[in-house]
């Protein structure tokens, strides 16, 4: 950063813009005058990864205005705060909630769902121009504003583990908190990154986590990461042997083998199915006759993602978080990021906006 003889602040930013499904990224490299609101942080982006929603807003599965700056799952070092936020935050490797509520209206407030908000903004899925173009993690920088919850990291939280934490852990975090002391037996429907942290924060709560998923690498993981058992489907799970069911398959296939193994009075969490292609096929006899309660969790509040740090600062040396997310690409291999996530290789690929081609690392 740099000041004008005027006294402005002037930033060279790089980022690389969406344009619509099926075409390549566009790198864009500007200077930004800088007009911080009393309240805002700019962040300095280290590393970000490919969400889920990422992928489908890239293949045309969801519908995000372009062109965009996508990425909501980051890290970053604090490199420019507003008179109002709190100064020791100033260089502190940090991450941060994806969606920035306005703290007044009845969703904040009353029903206690900020990501609900009537003004809600969610980064990596707005305009391309909006927040002064800094809206997305796949660019050197980002633009916090006043709703937005910054969280330093612990030292033993690595990039790599605190990425996907704003996203999938905090997200996982709140689904759990619906569950209660006669939800025992667990069924995961998915073992994607959100089944994942299900699987070890289950088994942390002391709960038992059955995953269902048909790719064994990624049932493997599951087990690795905290899981009592995994299955390719669940036809071997005797019927009405399961407590509470969640859904993170993303899928409405899996609903009536949900459905067919939960007790009477079960619970299902629908949290996977967040996109157009999620008719479900069922009956109101079904759930009545088995007395269940089915309840859809979108997103987070802030305390979630407090909570998700915590816990993998409590939990750092127990499970091989390195084996979720890849090597970084660099900002300018976007396309190759994209690519490498679509093969569903890993749970999470990175990528480092301060990297190099020169200094690529293999994924």
Known sequence: MQSDNLGKTILPISRMVFEGAGRPFRLDTRSVEMALGPRDALVAVTLATICGSDLHTYCGRRSTPSPAVLGHEGVGHVVQLGAERDPALLGKRVTWTLADSCGHCAACNEWTLPQKCERL????????????????????HLHLQDGTKIIPLPDVVTDAMAAPANCALATMVNVLDVLTDTHEEILIQGAGLLGIYGACL????????????PEPSRRELASIFGATATYATSASIPSQSIDAVIEVAGTPAVIAEGVRVLRPGGLYSLAGLVHPESSLELT?????????TMIGLHNYAP????????FLEQHAAKY????LVSSPHPLTALDAAFACAQDRRWARVAIAPG???ASKLSP
Not at 202 to 213: C, E, T
Not at 284 to 290: A, S
Not at 303 to 310: F, M
């Open 284 to 292: 109101g006899e079904t759930f009545i006759r088995k007395c269940l």
């Open 320 to 323: 091989p978080w390195d084996r």
């Open 202 to 213: 289950l088994q942390a709560s002391g709960r038992r986590a059955h995953v269902v998923d």
């Open 121 to 140: 903004f969610k980064y990596g899925h707005a305009a391309a121009d909006e927040r002064l173009g800094l809206n997305g993690c796949f660019a050197s």
């Open 303 to 310: 305390a979630h993602l407090q909570r998700g740090i915590a």
């Open 355 to 357: 990297m190099t081609n």
